[in-house]
């Protein structure tokens, strides 16, 4: 269910890191690989009237692991997008309550 949107990179960067951060996250997020949702969405950076530069803004919707995971989990997103080239990462997480959450018209 971990939900992870990425804005502020190449498409082609995400989806050649998504296996290996899916393996990893695996680790640290006991749930299977299929319920790990990842998203790309194509973002422009605007300063003052021009174009800027790509920052990497990645964010987690999951229900509460605790703060360690989450160490965890920002530790190994921001390794990956290092890796893939980006110098700048912020991780932003969204702690989802279970009873808020549906899924075709069931919460959790």
């Given amino acids: 269910m971990p939900q992870l949107t990425f ?4 498409r082609q960067s ?7 951060l899916i393996d990893e996250l695996e ?17 422009m950076y605007i300063v003052d009237g021009k174009e800027a530069a ?3 803004l990645i964010y987690v919707n999951l229900f509460d692991r605790g ?3 989450e160490d965890l989990v920002a530790k190994a ?8 080239g ?4 912020d991780v932003i997480f969204t702690i989802l309550e279970r009873s808020r959450y549906y899924e075709n018209g069931e919460h959790f």
């Fill in 7 to 10: 804005k502020g990179m190449k």
């Fill in 14 to 20: 995400v989806i050649d890191m998504s296996k290996a």
């Fill in 27 to 43: 680790t640290i997020i006991p749930v299977p690989r299929e319920h790990f949702a990842l998203e790309h969405v194509d973002s």
């Fill in 54 to 56: 790509e920052y990497p």
């Fill in 67 to 69: 703060r360690a995971v």
């Fill in 77 to 84: 997103i921001t390794r990956h997008v290092h890796n893939a």
């Fill in 86 to 89: 980006y110098k700048n990462v």
